[in-house]
Nanobody, 126 residues
């Protein structure tokens, strides 16, 4: 199993940047595909980006393409989400999640991920 802890959320003005981190402990970090999900009030949780075990494959939902960048450092057991040009509609609770099978493919569904962090709040003011 793996335990996930997100950090780096906060309040930022529109157009600003934040970098989220998700630190993993437990099983070997490179045994997991990692994803960042977000959930805004009244909305379903959605995958916004994910990265395969070695970074060879990534996925971005259209709404964050060109603004957000996912990366991972397997030596530090950490996945990052660099968020630039933030918009008020990016306001949400952000979760990292881990998938421990089919490691070369980023899953796009919640049910594919077995391990979740507690979430970190990102609020973008206009």
């Amino acid at each position: 199993q793996v335990q996930l802890v997100e950090s780096g959320g906060g309040l930022v003005q529109a157009g600003g940047s934040l970098r989220l981190s998700c630190a993993a402990s437990g099983r070997t970090f490179s045994s997991y595909v990692m994803g960042w999900f977000r959930q805004a009030p009244g909305k379903e949780r959605e995958l916004i980006t994910g990265i395969s075990w070695n970074g060879g494959a990534t996925y971005y939902v259209d709404s964050v393409k060109g603004r957000f960048t996912i990366s991972r450092d397997n030596a530090k057991n950490t996945v990052y989400l660099q968020m630039n040009s933030l918009k008020p509609e990016d306001t949400a609770l952000y979760y990292c999640a881990a998938k421990d099978y089919d490691l070369t493919r980023v899953g796009t569904n919640m049910w594919e991920y077995d391990y979740w962090g507690q979430g970190t709040q990102v609020t973008v003011s206009s």
